[in-house]
């Protein structure tokens, strides 16, 4: 007890010692094997920190051990007890020895500075004076982006295309939220052509393009639209009935006042 007064531990190290000496002294048994899971269901410490403070409990000769690590563990003598564990001397700074990384920062002047590229100094000018960088005679290339407007397409229209036509396309594109570009409209311009090289006219292909509601359209769209419709049309070329519009009715016959006829 006297032992146990003058050491200097934590106190899971000291329920551990009591638990070992309770164990072992109190009986008269000597070492005994005695599981870490035992210790740490009567001390209610982790089996893992159970481990860890035996450990330290062996260094300091508070324990010992017989065998390997499941050996039998019982109580060293005080007299071996290594009472007070005194922490390392560490070794004051010295500011002599301090290597400062790199040299103290320089007070530099802008001008002379090495680091700042040398720009002529930006001048303002009045927009009258701004000249274009393109050449004179070199043409502006258009923005592709830019959206399109009713007198632009009036302006650029090589197939001819009625203004209603144009009106009505510039209309569903609007509803869709897809604005008129020059892309837009050199793929439409495009798709006509082939249209035209299929025999199709461009205004009916627009029209059947709007027709379906299409803003915008391939030429085997167009065909294929215009196939079916011919092939739904009701055909008279081998009907038996056929004729009668051509017929006169009233061949023969003495008109009367009211309009009627008689024989």
């Not at 048994?29 to 409990?57: E, N, W």
Request: glycine residues 6%.
């Amino acid at each position: 007890m006297d032992g146990l007064m003058a050491i200097e531990l934590s106190a899971r190290e000291m329920k551990i010692v009591l638990y070992v000496a309770k164990a072992t002294l109190n009986f008269g048994a000597g070492a005994q094997r005695i599981p870490a899971t035992d210790i740490a269901k009567a001390t209610h410490i982790h089996p893992d920190t159970v481990s860890k403070a035996i450990s330290g409990l062996l260094r300091r000769r508070v324990l010992f051990r017989e065998g390997g690590a499941r050996g039998d563990i019982g109580l060293c003598d005080p007299k071996e007890w290594v009472f007070v564990v005194e922490p390392k001397q560490t070794k004051p700074s010295d500011p002599a020895e301090v290597v400062r990384i790199g040299s103290a920062a320089k007070q530099t002047k802008t001008a002379d500075c090495l680091l700042y590229s040398k720009k002529e100094t930006q001048v303002t000018l009045p927009s009258e004076e701004i000249t274009s960088p393109l050449a004179e005679d070199e043409p502006a290339k258009p923005q592709r982006k830019a959206p399109f407007g009713l007198k632009q397409l009036q302006a650029d229209n090589p197939h001819g295309l009625t203004d209603t036509l144009l009106k009505d396309w510039l209309a569903l594109r609007k509803e869709k939220r897809a604005a008129v570009t020059a892309t837009v409209w050199a793929s439409l311009n495009a798709e006509l052509v082939k249209c035209q090289e299929q025999g199709i006219a461009p205004d009916v292909a627009l029209t059947e393009a709007l027709s379906a509601g299409w803003q915008g359209f391939k030429v085997a769209w167009i065909a294929k639209r215009l196939a079916e419709q011919a092939q739904a049309a009701p055909s008279t070329a081998n009907s038996r009935h056929h004729g009668f519009a051509d017929r006169s009715y009233t061949a023969g016959l003495t008109p009367k006042g009211d309009g009627t006829y008689a024989f």
